[in-house]
Each structure stands twice: as C-alpha cells, then as structure tokens.
C-alpha cells in the first residue's frame, strides 16, 4: 500500500494555515476602526506548502538569511477594494474581510474533510468497521 | 487551536471596544439639550496581541450652539445661553458605524467557534 500519510500532514497543514489565518483576519475586522492600522494576511495556502517541501537554508536567528523580523509569513494585504482607505490611514475593508473569512472556513472545512475521509481508509485497510 | 482562540480574543475585544463607542454616542445623545454639554469621542488603539482597546475619552472641543431665549436661567446679559455640541446626525451615523463594526466581529467569533468545535468533532469519533 503506498500511502505516505503525506495527505495527513497536507490536511493538518490546511487545518492550522486557516486557523492562523482566521486569527489575522479577526484582527483586521477588530482594528477596523483604529487609525493608521494596516490590513494583514497570510501567503495562500499553496505557495506556503511549496515553499515548505523544497530544500531551502532554515533561518534559525534575526540574522540568518530568509529570516523575518516579527511575525513570519504575514504580509499587509493590498487593499482590494477602491476607496477602502480611509483618511485615517486604516485600509480595512469589512466587506474584504468577510469574503476572506468565507475561503478561509471553506479551506478549513476541506482539510476536515480530507483528514476524516483519509483516516476512514485507513480503517477500510486494516479491516475495521467505520 | 491556539489561532482559533485568538481569533476569539480578537473579535470579543472588538465587541468591547465597539460597545464602548456606543455607550458614548448614547451618553452624547441623552446630553443633546444638556446646556454647556461636549459631546464625547473616543478613538480605538490596536493592543500587542492583535486585540484592540478604546482609548481614551475626548471631548470635542466645537464652540456650542447659542440659543436666544432671555426666559432661560442660565441666559446671560445678551440673553443667549450655550447649549450642547452634540449634531444628533452625526452621532446616529456613528451608532451605525458601530452597529456594523459589532456585528461583523460577531459572525467572526461564530466562524472562529465553529471551526474550533468543528475540529472538535473529528476527536468523538
């Protein structure tokens, strides 16, 4: 049987990328009405996962090369939507956000539903009852 | 798991902070007729987690109106008195501002919930 639990690892990839997500995108709506706050979002899910299995220098201080200062991976999100600036210098678009929280439970709901159906194969294979 | 329950920290601080907001524009407009009343702002600050706070309470410093009426106590000599600088339009758009700012950090808090409770599920079976 060649199955290498890569897709276990996948799923709970996908599971903790939304969960992390999840968490910037309820910052931004939180700080929707603070001045001179900027909207902030992770790298999607599949450049993170690329970027994770190719061989690359691991940054273990400040100072190694690919190292990030503060949160690693966070990016300020372009603001999407014309006009989203406001004059208090704070770039958050509710409506922005809310599509973001829409693709961010339907990527949490696939990495669920991935990991649940791997797990029933499993069972199939060592011949348990579901 | 921890991002869920920081995403819950988030959106509740948020709640709080705009429910304080709508305290002070239902504290503004109860003082509308109050003579010599400011109205009260508040400008919301982002915390170290992520999470927001409102600040601290300023007051518009907007001459008030001037009213005529001699009748009135507190008129002076030229029978004018000050009233308040409440503008009962601005403080309604404000409420409403607040009202969507609340409710879009409530569906998140619900999302941040289900998705917990969602992941939850996958350990009862």
Redesign the interface.
């Known amino acids: 049987m060649s199955f290498d639990l890569t897709i276990l690892q996948m799923a709970s990839g996908l599971?903790?990328h939304?969960?992390?997500r999840?968490?910037?995108?309820?910052?931004n709506?939180?700080?929707?009405?603070?001045?001179g706050?900027t909207a902030r979002d992770l790298p999607d899910f599949g450049a993170a996962w690329a970027s994770s299995q190719s061989v690359q220098l691991s940054a273990t201080r400040a100072g190694h090369f690919g190292a990030v200062a503060g949160q690693p991976g966070t990016r300020a999100t372009e603001s999407a939507a014309f006009g989203s600036m406001s004059p208090n210098g704070n770039n958050v678009a509710?409506e922005d956000?809310?599509m973001r929280?829409a693709a961010?439970?339907q990527e949490?709901?696939l990495a669920?539903g991935v990991?649940?159906k791997s797990?029933d194969m499993l069972r199939t294979a060592i011949g348990k009852r579901r | 798991?921890t991002?869920?329950i920081?995403?819950?920290a988030?959106?509740a601080?948020?709640m709080a902070?705009?429910s304080a907001?709508m305290r002070l524009v239902g504290e503004n407009i109860a003082n509308a007729d109050t003579p010599g009343y400011h109205r009260k702002l508040v400008?919301?600050?982002?915390l170290a987690a992520?999470?927001?706070a409102a600040g601290r309470v300023t007051l518009d410093q907007t001459q008030p109106a001037r009213h005529f009426d001699p009748s009135h106590p507190m008129a002076d000599a030229a029978g004018y008195y000050d009233g308040s600088n409440v503008n009962l339009v601005l403080e309604i758009a404000d409420a409403r501002?607040a009202q969507?700012?609340y409710e879009?950090?409530l569906?998140?808090?619900d999302?941040?919930r289900?998705?917990s409770s969602?992941?939850l599920t996958?350990l009862r079976?």
């Not at chain 2, 400008?43 to 982002?46: G, M, T, V």
């Open positions: 599971a903790q939304s969960g992390a999840l968490s910037l995108v309820s910052q709506i939180a700080n929707a009405d603070t001045p706050y509710i956000q809310m929280a961010i439970r949490h709901e669920l990991w649940s797990l | 798991m991002d869920l920081a995403s819950m988030a959106s601080s948020g902070a705009q907001r400008s919301f600050e982002s992520g999470t927001v501002e969507r700012g879009a950090n569906r998140l808090f999302q941040a289900q998705m969602a992941a996958l079976r």
